[in-house]
């Protein structure tokens, strides 16, 4: 009697644990949702203000909005007007919500010369379609 009810729960659990595998939402690939440039972000890697001009003496901030689940690996490839790479950076992701990441230049020798700038952010390697995003701005004299 016993060995039968615990038969019983037992295929009833594996029932119930089919049943919400198959209710469950599948996980959604990581992808690049947005990049704002700016001069600020807030604690959450937030652009207090987008903007694509900037004075020499500014700080860059790329803010990148990653949406999926999964771990990655995000690039920032930022390059002068001449096309000069001047600044590579990296970072590995572990993502379980929608989280923004930064990455950020600040002025080489106190200022950035000036001229029209490009950053290029990728998502594991920028191989899969929207995970490569490209961004210009533009340093000069600000009044």
């Known amino acids: 009697m016993i060995a039968s009810l ?17 209710c469950s939402k599948p996980a959604e690939p990581l ?3 947005q990049v704002d440039l ?4 807030d604690e959450h890697n937030e652009a207090r203000s987008a903007r694509e001009t900037f004075a020499p003496t500014s700080t860059i901030y790329a803010s990148i909005a990653i949406e999926g689940t999964g771990e990655g690996t995000l690039t920032a490839q930022w390059t002068d007007p001449s096309g000069q790479v001047i600044a590579d950076q990296k970072q590995d992701l572990t993502n379980v919500k929608p989280t923004r990441y930064e990455f950020h230049i600040p002025p080489a020798k106190g200022e950035h010369p000036l001229g029209r700038y490009h950053v290029t952010i990728a998502l ?7 995970a490569t995003k490209h ?4 340093i000069r004299v600000t009044q």
């Open 135 to 138: 961004r210009e701005f533009e």
């Open 38 to 41: 700016t001069h600020e972000v």
């Open 124 to 130: 594991n390697g920028g191989k899969e379609a929207g």
């Open 6 to 22: 615990r038969r019983n729960a037992a295929v009833w659990m594996v029932g119930m644990l089919m049943g919400v595998a198959a």
């Open 31 to 33: 992808k690049i949702t």
